[in-house]
C-alpha cells in the first residue's frame, strides 16, 4: 500500500474540515481545533495547512457569503475531496493495524 | 464593547500582511484575521487583542503563503539578461576579428589609462601626507629686478625664527637647507657610508610629519652635537635601528655626534628625501653670514594658525626683508605658499604663479583621456559597421515587440562586459608594465585592490561601456524594424558621417601624438647635443671631503693625480658646471646703475680648470702660473661684458669686494646651467679654494683610470670613499623630467597608434567584406589589383587626409608653447609637420592595404556563387 504524504496537523485540520460541513473556513476551523486540542492555534498554521493539503488535492475550496464581522470579506468554505477522504480512511487503517499488532501495555507498578 | 477606536484591526500589520501575502490568498486571509481580531477584543483590552492580532500575522510568515521572491516579472529581467549575456558572447565568438580588436584596443587603451591614473594620483599626493598639511606653509621671495621678478626659495636665515616670534598667525617656524641635501661620510668604527642629509631647526619634526621611531620631536635637534638618522641608515650604521639611540658616530671623520633619535625612512610621496637631519645651529656656527637679513640661503617653513588669511598675510610680511635691512634690501619681498604647491605648482615668471610638474600631469592626463576614446571609438565604429550584419536580429526582436529600451540595454551591456573583459586583460597588462613603468617614471607605484582603487576601475568599467555602447546602442535601436526586414535600409548619410567623423579625429589624435613625439625627442637630442661652450664628456667632479679641504692637500693629491696615466688634467673648482650657485650683486663699473642688481654667477677657479674644460676664450688669456698677479685677476664672460656694455674690458680694473681687480680675459659663453634658462653673466677668479675637484680622463679606457684615481685617493683621504659623478650624467640629469616625458610619450604615442590603426584594420575589414560581390564583379570585369586597391582605400585616404589637416595647426600650437618655455631650443621645421602627416598617411596606407590585398585576392566565384 502506497503510504500518502500527509502530516499529523494536516490530518487534524483535514478531519475537522469534515466534521464542520458547510461552516468550514478558516477561523471555524481553528476554533474547532483549539477547543479540541484544548491550546491556541495560530491563524498561519491553519492557513497553511489547508493552502497545502489544497495543493495536495485533498481539499477543494470555494467562496461563500460575506458577513459585517469579517469586514466585507468572503469566507472560504473548504471541504474534503474523495482524495482526501481516501487519505483519510488510509491513515486510519494504518493505525488501527499498527494498534492491533501491538502488544498490550504493560504496566509496571514496581 | 467595541469603541470606535478599535473599530478595524491596527493598520500597519495589514499592510504589511497586504504586502507579503500571495495575492489569491489575500482577502480570505484578510477576512479571517478580522474576524479573529473582533474575537480576540471579546476577549481582551484594545492593546492585548492588537498585540495578539500582530502576532498573528508574523505567524502567516509561512513559505507557501507568502509571495514568491521572484514574481514573474522579476523573472523576466533576469531572463533578459541571461539572453543579453548568451546573445553577446554568441556574437564575440560568431565575429572573432572585431571581438579580439576591440578587446586588444580597448584592454591597451584601458592599461595606459590605469597606468596614467596611478602616476596622476601619485603625483597629485605629493607631500600631502603631512598631517598639518592645511596650515604648512613655505616662505619664499620675489626678487625685483631692473626688467623682471625672479622668485625663489631662498630666504634670509632668520625669517622662520623671527615670523613665529612676531606674528600672532604663525605658530612654528622651521629654517632647514632643503635644497642643499649633499652626501657626506658617516662613520661608526670602521664602517664608511656616504648619505644624504638636511640641516634644520628645532622643530622640523613638530612641523613636518616625518615619524620619529625614537626620540621625541622637540627633543631630537636640540643639541648642536646631535645627529637624527633614519631608520633605513641606522640599521646600516648600528645593524639595528632600535639601538642607536644615544650612540655616537663621527661625520666626515672630523666632528663626533651623537644620535639623538631615528626617524621611519622619508616616504616616497615626499619632495623631501634625506637619511638624516643635523641641526641647523651646527652648520649656521660656522657660516654666520647667514645670520644676516642681507643674505638669503636656508629655507623656510611656518606653520600658520587655522583660518589665516594668506593675502592679508602677505601684505603683511611683504616689506619685512626691507624692514630688516633698513631700506637696503627693498627689492627682496617675502610671501608665503602652501607648501604642498610646491610640488607641483613650482613655477614662477615675472612673480606669478605659472606652470611647474602640473603641466606634465595636465598633459598626461590629456593623453590618457585620448588613448581611452581612441579605443572608444575603435568600439563605437566597428559595432555601428557590424550592425548591417545584426540587423536582422533587431527587426525580428523589435516586431516581437522589443522595447527601444530594452535594445539598448542589451547593447549598453555587450558593451559594458567587454569593457569588464578588456579591464581584466588590461590589469594584467598593468601588472605586467609597472615595473619598467616605475623605472621610466622613477615613482614606486603600485595596485593594490582597495576599495577606492576597485571603485575607480567599476566606474571605469561602466563609464567605458557607456561611451563605447551609447553610439551604437541609440542608433541601432532608432532603426524602424520594416525597413530592416525588407532590407531595404542603407546606411544613412548622418550614420556614415559619425563613423567617418570618428576615424578623423581618432587619427588627428595620432597626428598629433606623432608630431609630439617627434620634437620632443628632437629637443632633448638638441641639449643633449649642443655645444655648451666647453667640453663635458669624460669629466669627473668630485667633492672635496676631508684632507681635501684643505688646500695643500688637495694640490698633492691632484699633482699625484697628473701622473696616473689617463688622467688628462686635473684641477680644483668651485661648481659643478651644471647649477647655479653662488651670486653676487656687488660688482661695480662705469655707467652702471644704481637700480641695478643683477647677480653675477662667480665661480672660483684654479690654474688649468679652464684648460680642463675646454672653454674659449674671447679675447685675453686664461689665469696662468707665469703672472704672479693672477690671484686679482678676474676672468668674465661674454654675457656679462655685454651687460656691463663695456668696450675693450681686458686690462680695465673694477671695483668689486672692496679690491680692484683686473679683466684678463672673456671667456666664451657657455651654459652652466639647464638650457631652459639664459646664459647670465658670470666672473670667475682666480683660488684653490674650491668645492669640487674636476678631473678630465682618457675616454679610451675610463674605467682602469677611476680605479687608479679611486686608490690614490683612498691613499690620500683614508676614511672617506670616492664619490664622482661625470659632469655630462649630471647635465642629462638637469632634462630627466623631460626625457621622461620623451620616454612616456614615445610609448603612449605608439600604443595610441596602434589602437587607432586597429580600428582602422576592422574598419577596412567591414568595408572590404560588404564590397565582397563589388570587388567579385570588378576583377571578372577585368579591374586589375591596383585599381581595386586604389578603389577601395580612397575612403580612407581622404579621412586620415582630414585628419592630418586638422592635426597639424593643433600640434603646431601645442608645441610651439612647450618649446617656449626653453631658452634654447630646435625650430619648428615644416618638416616635422609633413612627416608627421605623411607617416600617419602610411600606416594607414599599409594598415588598409593588409587587409584589401587578401580581399582582392578572394576568387571571384566564391564571393559571386551564392546570392
Same mark, same amino acid.
Given at each position: ?82 482524495? /482526501?477522504? &481516501? ?24 | ?154 630666504? &634670509?636665515?632668520? $625669517? ?28 661608526? /668604527? ?29 627633543? %631630537? ?174 527587426? %525580428? ?106 576615424? %578623423? ?40 671631503? !676631508? ?21 688628462? !688634467? ?116 682666480? !683660488? ?8 678630465? $680622463? ?38 630627466? &623630467? ?23 584594420? !576592422? ?18 570585369? /577585368? ?16 579621412? %586620415? ?59 571571384? $566565384? ?6
Amino acid at each position: 500500500m502506497k503510504v500518502t504524504k500527509i502530516g499529523e496537523f494536516e490530518e487534524l485540520v483535514l478531519m475537522t474540515v469534515i466534521v464542520l460541513q458547510k461552516e468550514a473556513y478558516g477561523v471555524a476551523i481553528r476554533k474547532e481545533l483549539q477547543e479540541r486540542l484544548n491550546t491556541s492555534v495560530s491563524v498561519g498554521s491553519v492557513q497553511s495547512a489547508l493552502k497545502r493539503m489544497e495543493d495536495k488535492g485533498y481539499l477543494s475550496s470555494e467562496f461563500g457569503e460575506a458577513t459585517a464581522k469579517r469586514g466585507g470579506k468572503r469566507k472560504k468554505i473548504y471541504s474534503a475531496t474523495p482524495t /482526501g477522504q &481516501a487519505v483519510l480512511v488510509q491513515m486510519k487503517e494504518i493505525r488501527s493495524g499498527l494498534w492491533n499488532a501491538m502488544p498490550p501495555f504493560q504496566v509496571d507498578f514496581s | 464593547m467595541q469603541t470606535p477606536e478599535h473599530a478595524s484591526p491596527p493598520r500597519w500589520p495589514l499592510a504589511l500582511l497586504r504586502f507579503f501575502i500571495r495575492d489569491q490568498y489575500l482577502e480570505e486571509i484578510e477576512g479571517d484575521l478580522e474576524e479573529v481580531y473582533f474575537e480576540l477584543l471579546e476577549e481582551h483590552s484594545g492593546r492585548r487583542a492588537r498585540w495578539l492580532y500582530t502576532l498573528e500575522v508574523i505567524r502567516l510568515f509561512r513559505p507557501n503563503l507568502v509571495k514568491k521572491l521572484l514574481s514573474p516579472t522579476h523573472h523576466i529581467h533576469l531572463d533578459m539578461f541571461k539572453h543579453n549575456l548568451t546573445i553577446s558572447l554568441r556574437s564575440y565568438w560568431r565575429q572573432k576579428s572585431s571581438f579580439l580588436i576591440n578587446l586588444i584596443g580597448l584592454s591597451t587603451g584601458l592599461a595606459c589609462f590605469l597606468l596614467i591614473t596611478l602616476w596622476i594620483k601619485d603625483e597629485l599626493s605629493m607631500d600631502k601626507f603631512h598631517t598639518h598639511d592645511k596650515q604648512l606653509y613655505q616662505v619664499m621671495e620675489h626678487i625685483k629686478g631692473p626688467n623682471s621678478i625672479g622668485t625663489s626659495t631662498n630666504t &634670509a636665515g632668520p $625669517v622662520a625664527a623671527t615670523l613665529a616670534e612676531e606674528m600672532p598667525e604663525v605658530s612654528i617656524g622651521v629654517t632647514a637647507r632643503t635644497k642643499s641635501i649633499n652626501p657626506n661620510t658617516l662613520s661608526v /668604527g670602521d664602517v664608511n657610508l656616504k648619505a644624504k642629509g638636511l640641516y634644520a631647526t628645532e622643530d622640523l619634526f613638530r612641523l613636518f610629519s616625518f615619524e620619529l621611531l625614537a626620540g621625541s620631536a622637540d627633543q %631630537v635637534l636640540a643639541d648642536p652635537n646631535s645627529i637624527v638618522l633614519s631608520e633605513s641608515l641606522a640599521k646600516r650604521l648600528f645593524e639595528r635601528a632600535d639601538v642607536a639611540t644615544g650612540k655616537s658616530l663621527e661625520l666626515a671623520h672630523e666632528t663626533a655626534l651623537t644620535v639623538a633619535g631615528v626617524f621611519k625612512d622619508t616616504p616616497a610621496s615626499s619632495s623631501l628625501r634625506f637619511d638624516y637631519v643635523l641641526p641647523f645651529e651646527s652648520w649656521s656656527r660656522e657660516n654666520t653670514w647667514v645670520n644676516e637679513w642681507r643674505n638669503s640661503h636656508p629655507q623656510a617653513f611656518v606653520l600658520l594658525n587655522e583660518g589665516t588669511d594668506i593675502d592679508q598675510f602677505n601684505e603683511k610680511i611683504a616689506g619685512y626683508v626691507e624692514r630688516m635691512t633698513e631700506g637696503e634690501d627693498s627689492h627682496r619681498q617675502l610671501f608665503v605658499r602652501k607648501f604642498s604647491d610646491n610640488y607641483l605648482y613650482g613655477g614662477f615668471e615675472n612673480g606669478v604663479q605659472s606652470g611647474g610638474r602640473i603641466e606634465y600631469v595636465r598633459l598626461f592626463s590629456l593623453i590618457a583621456l585620448f588613448i581611452l576614446m581612441i579605443a572608444c571609438i575603435n568600439f563605437m565604429n566597428l559595432s555601428t559597421a557590424r550592425a548591417t550584419r545584426r540587423l536582422k536580429e533587431i527587426g %525580428v526582436k523589435k516586431s516581437m515587440g522589443a522595447t527601444r529600451a530594452s535594445l539598448i540595454s542589451q547593447y549598453i551591456s555587450e558593451s559594458t562586459l567587454l569593457a569588464f573583459l578588456s579591464c581584466i586583460v588590461a590589469l594584467g597588462i598593468v601588472i605586467a608594465a609597472l615595473p619598467t613603468f616605475n623605472l621610466i617614471t622613477n615613482k614606486e607605484l603600485w595596485i593594490s585592490l582597495d576599495p577606492y582603487t576597485i571603485g575607480f576601475l567599476v566606474f571605469t568599467i561602466l563609464g567605458t561601456g557607456l561611451l563605447a555602447g551609447s553610439y551604437p546602442a541609440l542608433y541601432l535601436s532608432s532603426l524602424k524594424p520594416i525597413l530592416i526586414i525588407k532590407g531595404t535600409l542603407k546606411s544613412s548619410w548622418g550614420e556614415v558621417l559619425v563613423r567617418k567623423g570618428l576615424v %578623423v579625429v581618432q587619427f588627428a589624435l595620432s597626428v598629433i601624438l606623432i608630431v609630439s613625439v617627434w620634437v620632443v625627442y628632437q629637443q632633448i637630442q638638441f641639449t643633449q647635443n649642443k655645444h655648451l661652450g666647453y667640453d663635458r664628456d669624460n669629466v669627473l667632479i668630485i667633492e672635496k671631503e !676631508g684632507k681635501m679641504e684643505t688646500p695643500e692637500a688637495a694640490q698633492t693629491f691632484l699633482s699625484e693625480l697628473r701622473r696616473i696615466p689617463g688622467v688628462q !688634467g686635473a684641477a680644483s673648482i668651485d661648481n659643478t658646471m651644471t647649477n647655479s650657485d653662488w651670486r653676487t650683486n656687488s660688482v661695480e663699473w662705469p655707467g652702471k646703475d644704481p637700480e641695478d642688481r643683477t647677480a653675477f654667477e662667480i665661480i672660483q677657479v684654479d690654474y688649468d680648470a679652464i684648460e680642463l674644460l675646454d672653454m674659449e676664450m674671447a679675447d685675453g688669456r686664461t689665469f696662468s702660473r707665469a703672472f704672479g698677479s693672477d690671484t686679482t685677476a678676474i676672468i668674465f664672460n661674454e654675457a656679462a661684458i655685454r651687460h656691463m656694455g663695456l668696450e675693450d674690458p681686458v686690462g680695465m680694473r673694477l671695483d668689486m669686494w672692496g679690491g680692484t681687480p683686473e679683466i684678463i680675459g672673456v671667456v666664451k659663453d657657455f651654459h652652466y646651467e639647464s638650457l631652459h634658462e639664459e646664459v647670465d653673466p658670470l666672473i670667475m677668479y682666480l !683660488g684653490d679654494r674650491g668645492r669640487y675637484l674636476t678631473v678630465r $680622463v682618457d675616454g679610451q679606457r675610463t674605467k682602469s683610470t677611476i680605479a687608479a684615481i679611486r686608490n690614490l685617493y683612498q691613499e690620500a683621504n683614508p676614511g672617506f670613499v670616492l664619490d664622482y659623478n661625470f659632469i655630462d650624467d649630471e647635465y642629462a640629469a638637469l632634462y630627466a &623630467a623631460e626625457n621622461r616625458v620623451s620616454t612616456l610619450s614615445r610609448y603612449f604615442a605608439g600604443l595610441a597608434i596602434l589602437i587607432s590603426c586597429l580600428g582602422l584594420f !576592422g574598419l577596412a575589414m567591414f568595408s572590404a567584406a560588404q564590397r565582397q560581390k563589388e570587388i567579385g564583379i570588378r576583377k571578372v570585369l /577585368g579591374a586589375s589589383y591596383i585599381q581595386l586597391i586604389r578603389l577601395l582605400s580612397l575612403d580612407f585616404t581622404r579621412m %586620415v587626409g582630414i585628419a592630418i589637416l586638422i592635426g597639424l595647426p593643433i600640434s603646431y600650437y601645442l608645441l610651439r608653447n612647450w618649446l617656449n618655455t626653453f631658452a634654447f631650443s630646435i625650430d619648428l621645421h615644416w618638416y616635422f609637420f609633413l612627416g608627421a602627416g605623411l607617416l600617419a598617411l602610411l600606416i594607414a596606407w599599409l594598415t588598409v592595404l593588409l587587409q584589401m590585398t587578401q580581399a582582392t585576392r578572394v576568387n571571384p $566565384v566564391e564571393s559571386l556563387r551564392n546570392e
